[in-house]
């Protein structure tokens, strides 16, 4: 069974780069036909998908956050990252990494799912 876990700060300055990385057991990240996304969830509002990679390393972008945005993997460790540059207190969300048969994933009944790091950005 797969399972992901996100890492990273809690706590994120204003204007800086926001980095998280999931980690995945239980499945290789190269392993099609899978697209391995970052989801986030900001306060009273509902789930927004970033972006996603796939099994063989290419990417698919929410327009609303490309220009300020990296998706990176690390096969030899298994996960795959993100970066959020320039942020905002607007950036406050829950964040969470998923492994889906598609590319868009706004639903939490669809793929699996990590568990969610809380990531707040303030001064």
């Known amino acids: 069974q797969v399972q992901l876990q996100e890492s990273g700060p809690g706590l994120v300055e204003p204007s800086q780069t926001l980095s998280l990385t999931c980690t995945v057991s239980g499945d290789s990240i190269t392993t099609g036909p899978y697209y391995w996304s970052w989801i986030r969830q900001p306060p009273g509002k509902g789930l927004e998908w970033m972006g996603a990679?796939?099994?063989?390393?290419?990417?698919y972008w929410n327009p609303s956050f490309k220009s300020r945005t990296t998706i990176s993997r690390d096969t030899s460790e298994n996960q795959f990252s993100l970066q959020l540059m320039s942020v905002t207190p607007e950036d406050t969300a829950v964040y969470y990494c998923?492994?889906?048969?598609?590319?868009?994933?706004?639903?939490?009944?669809?793929?699996?799912w990590g568990q969610g790091t809380q990531v707040t950005v303030s001064s």
């Open positions: 998923a492994r889906a048969d598609r590319i868009v994933v706004v639903s939490t009944t669809t793929g699996d």
């Open positions: 990679i796939d099994s063989v390393g290419a990417h």
